[in-house]
């Protein structure tokens, strides 16, 4: 039986290898079906010709917010599916959010479901956000959703009065989430560090969105971040710290993954390319610094950035994720969000940044792909690792997504062939449904010339968007894999004869 489609002359980037030119990508029922060379090509076969491209996996972004009720102008499935595929993403994992006062997940789950039912243009699962883990839900929610749904991975907050979740709940999630070998993701900041300071800068009537960032320094992170650990230590149990920012409190996650501890990290575009500059009033525009309000805050020096990028080439960030979490900067009817009464107060800024479409551009065009060998920040395995391999494999859609091979849903990113240099970021290029980009004028070395979903191409850079609305379908998720170190662990200080007294 002929191929449905089959690519040719392009080179294959794996999480491990860089693959001689030459192989064929032969494609059948949306699946890869071989690699190899001489592959025949029937009358029906569609044949794409890579012209020495780069070929890396459909990327596979596991942090994204979409249509979420915290984000009353944020973006959509519609949109921000649309935009993912413009950018090389082909799966998605978006959040489902409890609220305090929803006392069972299902109702909410039912309309997270009912709002992406037929709107995706790419592959999506959710992850569950829990703000109040009762034991009903610990004991009798949680293990369905993994069951029944597929969803394998909840996130807490440990700050922001109606997200957050103390230490106690921590525990009681990390210790229900191990025993069903489900994944806890945390934000680590903390909570009353940052109350204490807010406190200050509004009696100083410093409320300008810069101050977001003061309000928000390193020290909060790093604290929370060893005590997220611990916790996790504790419980025996994996954990994946979000959106890290600082170097400071990634020191916690690599010491931790050292002692073989099973503590992942991520990191986002935003903590590898922007600072806290970028939070300041510009002369035509006061409010201006709005744009860039997210937390973690974006971080004041360079050496910030160089010690994320350490991070990223040196394996200690097992995943790198949009965390596409954007609000309009302009709000129909012309009320923005954070000025009260023209005057901008920071803490009623939504937090968070656009950034689904420009995530692969911007990491790949740090690569070999698209730098000299001295200046390239991270090799092409490890950029097929970061953006694909490593977040299929840790959320449970190995042997799906996230890989070139066999058996693997045919999700193809084509890059152009050599580096074409010219490439940069423009809001007026972009597909979501956002007015602005963080990354306005940045230079990329490269753009995806096409984005293949389960065979079919869905972005052609030269004829814009093919996919179709509902061509996206909901992915029930296996359980993850633990990528870095091991449960198994005795925690510090404790004797082996001590764990019986209390497990
Ligand atoms: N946490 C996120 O995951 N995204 C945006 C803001 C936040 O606090
Ligand atoms: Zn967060
Ligand atoms: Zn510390
Ligand atoms: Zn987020």
Redesign the pocket.
């Known amino acids: 039986m002929d191929f449905d489609l089959v690519i040719t002359n392009g080179i294959i980037v794996t999480a491990s290898e860089v693959l001689p030119s030459g192989l064929q990508i032969g494609v059948r029922d949306g699946k890869i079906s071989c690699i190899g060379t001489n592959l025949p090509c029937g009358g029906s076969t569609q044949v794409i010709d890579a012209e020495g491209a780069y070929i890396t996996p459909g990327g596979v972004d596991s942090?994204v917010?979409l249509a979420q009720k915290n984000a009353p102008t944020g973006d959509g499935w519609e949109t921000g599916t649309r935009s993912a595929i413009a950018g090389g993403t082909t799966t998605i994992i978006a959040?489902a959010s409890q609220e305090k006062e929803d006392l069972s997940l299902w109702p909410v789950l039912d309309e997270y479901i009912k709002v992406s039912k037929d709107q995706s243009y790419c592959d999506y699962g959710y992850h569950f956000i829990l703000t109040n883990p009762t034991a009903e839900i610990l004991h009798n929610e949680v293990p369905l959703l993994a069951k029944d749904h597929g969803i394998t991975s909840v996130?807490l907050?440990m700050?922001?009065d109606a997200?957050k979740v103390n230490d106690r709940e921590v525990l009681d999630i990390l210790f229900t989430c191990k025993a069903l070998g489900m994944t806890t993701m945390i934000?680590a900041?903390n909570h009353d560090m940052i109350a204490k300071l807010i406190e200050g800068l509004e009696r100083n009537k410093n409320t300008e969105p810069y101050f977001h960032a003061v309000a928000r320094p390193r020290i909060a992170e790093d604290e929370a971040s060893y005590r997220a650990i611990s916790l996790a230590e504790l419980a025996d149990a994996p954990m994946l710290l979000?959106?890290m920012s600082s170097d400071v409190a990634v020191q916690h996650v690599r010491d931790a993954q050292g002692r073989l501890l099973p503590i992942h990290a991520e990191t986002c575009p935003h903590y590898l390319f922007l600072l806290s500059d970028k939070l300041k009033a510009e002369p035509h525009d006061h409010f201006h610094g709005a744009k860039h309000v997210?937390?973690?805050p974006l971080r004041h020096s360079p050496d910030d950035l160089e010690g994320l990028w350490r991070s990223i080439a040196n394996g200690t960030f097992t995943t790198f994720s949009s965390?596409h979490?954007p609000s309009k900067y302009d709000v129909p009817g012309g009320k923005r969000l954070g000025l009260v009464d023209g005057i901008p107060r920071f803490t009623r800024i939504?937090?968070?940044?656009p950034g689904i479409e420009t995530r692969m551009p911007l990491l790949f065009g740090q690569t070999p792909a698209c730098q000299t060998p001295e200046q390239a920040r991270l090799s092409l395995p490890r950029f097929v690792q970061l953006t694909a391999t490593n977040p299929a494999k840790l959320y449970g859609l190995d042997g799906r997504k996230g890989s070139i091979l066999p058996g693997y849903d045919a999700d193809l990113v084509i890059w152009h062939p050599g580096d074409t240099g010219s490439c940069v970021i423009k809001q007026a290029n972009l597909h979501h449904d956002m007015d602005y980009t963080p990354f306005e004028g940045m230079p990329v070395g490269n753009w995806p010339r096409y984005t293949i979903l389960r065979g079919q191409v869905v972005w052609d850079q030269a004829k814009g968007i093919l996919g179709k609305l509902q061509y996206g379908q909901y992915l029930k998720r296996g359980k993850g894999e633990v990528l870095t170190g091991r449960t198994g662990n005795l925690p510090r200080g404790m004797l082996e004869d001590e764990r019986k007294y209390w497990r």
């Open positions: 942090h917010h959040f996130k907050y700050t922001y997200m934000h900041e979000v959106h997210c937390s973690p965390d979490a939504p937090n968070g940044l």
